[in-house]
């Protein structure tokens, strides 16, 4: 059994990148251009407005980064720093759990964002494929073994 879900590691890791991901982004829409219900109960964040407007647009393009899977460890790094910004300096001073001070996502982003740092992109990610395709590259390019030697002659 252990030896099945082992091999399906990868790709339900790719699933977890694409959910968490494109969850990230919708967070990021809603508070730019009051889609999904928009920031803060339908409005928009103020272009420019410190940090709410940066975080949006770190949500925003950090998000649809890790839904792709391009960039994935820098993308996710960024977001989670941006998450453990947002949870320490707005939520945590109101109260010391995430269930008392409206900090559970930030909380959840900032650990989800931070696994995807040291896992990386899993199956499906662009990521993948240019990693593939450099392998390839490599593997066509290199020379035949023993074809670099000079050839032995008595």
Known sequence: MSGRLDSAQPYALGLFRIIV???FACHGAASLFGVLGGAMGGGTVPTGAWPGWYAAV???VGGALVALGL???AAAFISSGSMAYAYFS???PAAL???QNGGEPSAMFCWAMLLLVFTGSGALGVDRLFKARTEHTERTTE???GAD???VTA
Do not use: D, N
């Open 143 to 145: 020379s035949p073994a």
């Open 71 to 73: 960039g994935t460890r």
């Open 90 to 92: 707005v939520h945590q």
């Open 58 to 60: 770190i949500q925003l």
């Open 21 to 23: 991901g494109l969850l």
């Open 97 to 99: 759990w995430p269930l």
């Open 149 to 151: 030697r000079e050839p």
